[in-house]
């Protein structure tokens, strides 16, 4: 217990940083993670399978190796679009039976994901590619949800207010998440005979906000001095890239590699503390790095060209970069139940993950081509990582996938879908930071043993529509 104890100055804080990590992709990725394989509407429909498969203009994002798979030159675009629900049940039991609530919300969650990509031909063994699409929106709120003052004292003594808001400890809490991210991609594909060398440069943009409010025990007013707004800067731009190889074996057979490199997205921004107390008379500054994973993909695409079977391989790296979060603020403002501080450390707890991914596509006349897929991924999280804003889909397992596409002369027209399976319940431990902030209130008010919670993704589902048209 005193480990938990020492924690407790760090467990309000870390559970802010945590829902903007975790809630930062909800659209509907082919493996459920935090970065996405299906961004074009053929690629969904195959589950994300892609790296030795190729012949899209968007593979200078995904291996861009494949870009020689290609004849002449090309542009497509399209939209993706997702829904998603997940469920949180919570309780707090003590001796003291005006401290217990229970909660059962459910959240969903939708996004839309824009994109378009060229390829042009530069030589008989050179091409290159230029994509832009939107890889993660957020636009989430997890609303008046019942807890205790995170203090342990009553509403009025927290707030420090005369008594309006009485002597109870209840009150009723509102976390909103808003964000966008995108990136813009350049590369090339080499061909020297049977192989394909490939590389791109990514440009990723991101922002994000976060807001957290606090209300009375019935969630009618909003307890004034109290809640938190963070801001990051506009313009915060990271650098990474992608290498990719595909080897033609034989007519029938082609193997691929590809490697994706980190990014360390500058969050930095500010903080407002305190809403309308003249305490905090200004917005104190935050330094907050965010590091995305690294991917290694092994791929293989089997058949003649009228009907593939491919077979994908991924590992991330999740655990090297976001077992932990920390940000630092200018101002050693920000409140806790041992008083107030600068620095915090969130405990995401990310678990490396692998997933293999399967897909058939099948060209039955010139005009049509049907594709089916699935894939089986680890979770990024378990027990001792999970907290009650969950990103939706960092808990689920399997997808299946279908999709079509018609031509038309110089056009494609695409159409991919994908469902998640329901994932299974996933009850939090005692010692994580969504636990310790719910259940410990100070140095000498604890009961961590008296709460309790599950999260479950319900379902998540995404359609994609793209066309592609040929200039030849």
Same mark, same amino acid.
């Given at each position: 217990?005193?480990?938990?104890?020492?924690? /407790?100055?760090?467990?309000?804080?870390? /559970?802010?940083?945590?829902?903007?990590?975790?809630?930062?992709?909800?659209?509907?990725?082919?493996?459920?993670?935090?970065?996405?394989?299906?961004? $074009?509407?053929?690629?969904?429909?195959?589950?994300?399978?892609?790296?030795?498969?190729?012949?899209?203009?968007?593979?200078?994002?995904?291996?861009?190796?494949?870009?020689?798979?290609?004849?002449?030159? %090309?542009?497509?675009?399209?939209?993706?679009?997702?829904?998603?629900?997940?469920?949180?049940?919570?309780?707090?039991?003590?001796?003291?039976?005006?401290?217990?609530?229970?909660?059962?919300?459910?959240?969903?969650?939708?996004?839309?994901?824009?994109?378009?990509?060229?390829?042009?031909?530069?030589?008989?063994?050179?091409?290159?590619?230029?994509?832009?699409?939107? #890889?993660?929106?957020?636009?989430?709120?997890?609303?008046? @949800?019942?807890?205790?003052?995170?203090?342990?004292?009553?509403?009025?003594?927290?707030?420090?207010?005369?008594?309006?808001?009485?002597?109870?400890?209840?009150?009723?809490?509102?976390?909103?998440?808003?964000?966008?991210? /995108?990136?813009?991609?350049?590369?090339?594909?080499?061909?020297?005979?049977?192989?394909?060398?490939?590389?791109?440069?990514?440009?990723?943009?991101?922002?994000?906000?976060?807001? /957290?409010?606090?209300?009375?025990?019935?969630? @009618?007013?909003?307890?004034?001095?109290?809640?938190?707004?963070?801001?990051?800067?506009?313009?915060?731009?990271?650098?990474?890239? @992608?290498?990719?190889?595909?080897?033609?074996?034989?007519?029938?057979?082609?193997?691929?590699?590809?490697?994706?490199?980190?990014?360390?997205?500058?969050?930095?921004?500010?903080?407002?503390?305190?809403?309308?107390?003249?305490?905090?008379?200004?917005?104190?500054?935050?330094?907050?790095?965010?590091?995305?994973?690294? %991917?290694?993909?092994?791929?293989?695409?089997?058949?003649?060209?009228?009907?593939?079977?491919?077979?994908?391989?991924?590992?991330?790296?999740?655990?090297?970069?976001?077992?932990?979060?920390?940000? $630092?603020?200018?101002?050693?403002?920000?409140?806790?139940?041992?008083? *107030?501080?600068?620095?915090?450390?969130?405990?995401?707890?990310?678990?490396?993950?692998?997933?293999?991914?399967?897909?058939?596509?099948?060209?039955?006349?010139?005009?049509?081509?049907? *594709?089916?897929?699935?894939?089986?991924?680890?979770?990024?999280?378990?027990?001792?990582?999970?907290?009650?804003?969950?990103?939706?889909?960092?808990?689920? $397992?399997?997808?299946?996938?279908?999709?079509?596409?018609?031509?038309?002369?110089?056009?494609?027209?695409?159409?991919?879908?994908?469902?998640?399976?329901?994932?299974?319940?996933?009850?939090?431990?005692?010692?994580?930071?969504?636990?310790?902030?719910?259940?410990?209130?100070?140095?000498?008010?604890?009961?961590?043993?008296?709460?309790?919670?599950?999260?479950?993704?319900?379902?998540?589902?995404?359609?994609? #529509?793209?066309?592609?048209?040929?200039?030849?």
């Amino acid at each position: 217990m005193k480990i938990l104890l020492n924690r /407790i100055q760090k467990s309000t804080f870390p /559970i802010f940083i945590c829902l903007g990590v975790s809630i930062s992709f909800p659209s509907l990725w082919a493996v459920a993670s935090n970065s996405r394989n299906a961004i $074009n509407a053929r690629y969904e429909g195959l589950a994300g399978v892609n790296f030795a498969l190729g012949g899209s203009p968007m593979d200078v994002a995904l291996n861009p190796a494949n870009l020689y798979l290609m004849k002449g030159k %090309k542009i497509e675009f399209g939209l993706g679009m997702s829904h998603a629900q997940i469920k949180l049940k919570d309780q707090f039991l003590d001796s003291d039976p005006s401290l217990n609530y229970t909660n059962s919300k459910y959240r969903s969650g939708a996004g839309a994901a824009p994109y378009m990509a060229v390829k042009l031909p530069v030589t008989d063994t050179i091409d290159y590619g230029f994509a832009a699409y939107v #890889f993660g929106v957020v636009n989430g709120a997890a609303e008046k @949800i019942n807890r205790n003052t995170p203090t342990g004292e009553t509403v009025n003594q927290w707030a420090g207010l005369p008594g309006i808001f009485g002597e109870g400890k209840r009150i009723q809490e509102t976390t909103e998440n808003q964000g966008i991210f /995108i990136k813009a991609v350049n590369g090339l594909s080499v061909k020297f005979g049977n192989l394909s060398l490939g590389a791109s440069l990514e440009l990723n943009y991101g922002a994000q906000n976060r807001n /957290i409010r606090y209300y009375d025990a019935f969630g @009618i007013r909003e307890i004034p001095g109290q809640g938190f707004h963070y801001e990051s800067k506009k313009n915060a731009l990271a650098l990474s890239g @992608i290498i990719g190889s595909n080897y033609t074996v034989t007519d029938w057979l082609r193997i691929a590699y590809v490697y994706q490199s980190s990014a360390n997205f500058p969050f930095n921004g500010s903080y407002t503390i305190g809403v309308n107390d003249p305490t905090y008379y200004r917005s104190t500054g935050v330094s907050y790095y965010f590091r995305s994973p690294e %991917k290694h993909g092994l791929g293989f695409a089997v058949g003649p060209e009228n009907l593939k079977v491919a077979v994908d391989f991924l590992y991330i790296n999740y655990g090297s970069y976001l077992k932990n979060v920390r940000q $630092n603020l200018e101002d050693p403002w920000y409140p806790n139940p041992q008083g *107030r501080g600068s620095e915090a450390i969130a405990r995401l707890n990310y678990r490396n993950q692998w997933a293999v991914l399967i897909g058939l596509e099948h060209k039955i006349t010139k005009e049509w081509t049907y *594709r089916f897929g699935y894939s089986y991924n680890s979770p990024i999280v378990s027990s001792n990582g999970l907290n009650g804003a969950q990103g939706i889909l960092l808990t689920l $397992n399997h997808v299946i996938a279908g999709g079509f596409s018609y031509s038309s002369g110089p056009w494609s027209f695409d159409f991919g879908t994908s469902c998640f399976i329901p994932g299974r319940q996933i009850e939090g431990g005692k010692d994580t930071d969504w636990a310790i902030s719910h259940g410990i209130f100070g140095p000498s008010q604890n009961n961590i043993v008296g709460y309790s919670y599950t999260v479950q993704a319900l379902h998540s589902v995404g359609i994609n #529509f793209g066309a592609t048209r040929s200039f030849d």
